[in-house]
């Protein structure tokens, strides 16, 4: 029988604390789902001012005595660290008034980044790495993602913490495109040797690049989907670190990401005003003329009602779809439910489509937990045109809700949504990124869905029926984490 595994997971957020995208979802879910794979999962993040807060609706945070002291450029911060269970997980947050007592988590609007993340996050990598003593619990695997714990690695590999010995690593790249790369002076916050600064190990392009960090020292890389672990490795979407992908290729491994099945639910979600099954339906169509009142679209006629929940940036191709909806809108063939913020000129442009079509146009600024769950059950359509998606959890979610995804065949969208054109998909794929293939693949989902409700109703259900649970995946994990900790 295996021996219990101990693992800790290092993150720049995690639900329920904070969020701005799926990373936030997948580290709180992983580990959630690795007991039944016997390893025992704790989660470190820091703590900013709205994670603390929402500690303490929680029931607020247990404060460990003392206080963790981390150098970062001969400048001692101290760090508080509270510990909280929430849903059978240990979370640390790691409180710092100078680093993290702010309302951004990365800067102070979406597109603007703190100019001390760089110390804000070499303080975090550090102290995660002296928790494990502090709190008595030492972990055989961290488990470190994206470029904010991109030092993790190379910091254990380098000693950093004498007690950790025998502890592995494994790196997690969930968007290559984001990379934490910094002045290359910054290096001096870490306490690493600056013989580790040049092309193969901590350099890219003159810059410390923290990414490139955990890839090049992590005893495994994953990333969230199968594809994308091919993708990263050619210059489309590599963002220049594709050769250092290439070079590492024999420890990188793509594992599709899953989905909380139990928080989206259609059959028990509490956010919706109806619930509905494969096997009863009825609920969908209850949901979708809720979700028209409540957004003030028209209730007349029944056009598809085409949902998107997205952060509202180039790489989700936002821009490609505002270009596209207006002729089938003037048809009277769809409506258009947008949930999201991000560029301020995306932004723009869904507000002045709203009030060119009242109606049949919605944009909702900002993040709505309950309402991207009334849109996702809400839509007959979900509309994610992303130019790259290393893995995506919107498109998963929609097919729960029996909502057809349109995807780009690219990343986790190719792994997990398959054309209905084969008679036996679940969605709607296309290739090229412009306004032509776009177009044709939205007027081939609005046309199945006006003139051929049988089909779209067996399609409807085939993606229901679909497993994208967590359970497989977090086996795939758990053997991961055997093989470099030989346990």
């Known amino acids: 029988m295996p021996q219990q595994l101990r693992v800790l997971h290092v993150a720049s957020e995690a639900v329920p604390f904070v969020k701005t995208g799926g ?52 400048v001692d911060h101290r760090i508080g660290v509270g510990a909280i269970t929430v849903e059978g997980v240990t979370y640390y947050l790691l409180a710092c008034n100078e680093l993290f007592a702010r309302e951004g988590l990365y800067g102070p609007a979406a597109s603007v980044d703190y100019d001390d993340n ?4 070499a303080v975090f990598s550090k102290a995660a790495l002296a928790l494990p003593h502090y709190v008595g619990w030492i972990p055989h695997v961290v488990h470190a993602h994206d470029w904010q714990a991109g030092l993790i690695p190379v910091l254990l590999q380098r000693g950093f913490q004498h007690d950790l010995p025998a502890t592995r690593s494994v790196f997690t790249i969930h968007n290559i495109a984001y990379q934490g790369a910094f002045w290359h002076w910054d290096l ?12 193969l190990q901590l350099e890219q392009h003159e810059r410390l690049n923290c990414l490139k960090a955990g890839i090049v020292f992590a005893d495994r890389v994953t990333t969230v989907s199968k594809r994308y672990a091919e993708e990263i490795q050619t210059a489309e979407f590599g963002y220049g670190l594709d050769g250092a992908i290439r070079e590492h290729q024999y420890k990188l491994t793509g594992i599709t990401n899953g989905i909380d099945v139990d928080e989206w639910d259609p059959g028990k979600d509490p956010h919706l005003p109806a619930n509905y099954t494969a096997a009863k339906l009825a609920g969908k ?23 998107v929940v997205s952060r509202l940036v180039w790489q989700k191709g936002i821009d490609l779809l505002i270009e596209a909806v207006s002729p089938y809108i003037l048809a009277g063939r769809m409506q258009l439910a947008v ?29 709505n937990e309950g309402l991207a ?3 996702e059950a809400g839509s007959d359509i979900f509309a994610m045109p992303s130019r790259f998606e290393p893995c995506g959890l919107n498109q998963m979610y929609s097919l729960r809700y029996g909502t057809l995804p349109i995807v780009r065949h690219t990343g986790g969208l190719a792994d997990t949504v398959s054309d209905v054109v084969s008679g036996a998909g ?20 609005l046309g199945l869905y006006a003139e051929f409700p049988a089909e779209w109703t067996k399609a409807v259900k085939r993606a229901m029926k679909g497993d994208n649970s967590w359970n497989h995946v977090a086996a795939e994990y758990a053997d991961l984490y055997r093989k470099i900790s030989m346990i």
């Open 23 to 74: 990373l936030a979802d997948v580290v709180a879910a992983l580990p959630k789902a690795l007991p039944k794979h016997k390893v025992e999962a704790r989660i470190v993040i820091p703590g900013y001012s709205a994670a603390l807060r929402k500690a303490e609706e929680l029931g607020g945070l247990e404060w460990l005595p003392g206080d963790l002291t981390i150098e970062a450029g001969g």
């Open 118 to 121: 760089a110390r804000r996050f």
């Open 188 to 199: 001096r916050l870490t306490g690493l040797d600056w013989s580790l600064y040049n092309p």
């Open 285 to 307: 169509q209850t949901c979708k003329q809720a979700l028209r009142k409540e957004l003030n679209l028209t209730t007349e006629g029944n056009p598809a009602l085409v949902g």
């Open 339 to 367: 949930l999201g913020t991000g560029d301020p000129d995306l932004e723009h442009r869904l507000r002045q489509l709203q009030g060119k079509h009242p109606g049949y146009v919605c944009f909702w600024h900002g993040y």
């Open 373 to 375: 769950h009334r849109i």
């Open 426 to 445: 679940n969605g709607f794929t296309f290739g090229p990124m412009d306004l032509g293939h776009f177009s044709s693949v939205l007027d081939r989902a």
